[in-house]
């Protein structure tokens, strides 16, 4: 149900649209190439041989790309799909 000047279905699109602009953004980020390291490179840990098979070109451990991953990244730009409210906070 959508309110005041919006038809209907627009949040749903909306949501829809911003969900598949992020799939785009991590599909475009570059997989590791060449040859996978035995032991990681942040933390000298040894990297299991299951997860080297499954991802080729493999540097850091399952723990140091959990915390590369979860770290915080500010993306800049404009939020040209919010409200007025989201804009204004």
Same mark, same amino acid.
């Given at each position: 149900?959508?309110?005041?000047?919006?038809?209907?279905?627009?949040?749903?699109?909306?949501? !829809?649209?911003?969900?598949?602009?992020?799939?785009?953004?991590?599909?475009?980020?570059?997989?590791?190439?060449?040859?996978?390291?035995?032991?990681?490179?942040?933390?000298?840990?040894?990297?299991?041989?299951?997860?080297?098979?499954?991802?080729?070109?493999?540097?850091?451990?399952? !723990?140091?790309?959990?915390?590369?991953?979860?770290?915080?990244?500010?993306?800049?730009?404009?939020?040209?799909r919010g409200s007025k409210d989201s804009q204004l906070k």
């Amino acid at each position: 149900m959508a309110g005041g000047w919006a038809r209907d279905g627009a949040v749903s699109e909306q949501i !829809e649209a911003s969900i598949s602009d992020e799939l785009a953004r991590l599909k475009s980020r570059p997989a590791p190439v060449g040859e996978s390291l035995t032991h990681c490179a942040d933390c000298e840990e040894p990297i299991p041989e299951p997860r080297r098979k499954a991802i080729p070109g493999v540097k850091l451990c399952i !723990e140091c790309q959990q915390d590369r991953d979860s770290a915080y990244s500010a993306r800049g730009g404009i939020n040209r799909r919010g409200s007025k409210d989201s804009q204004l906070k």
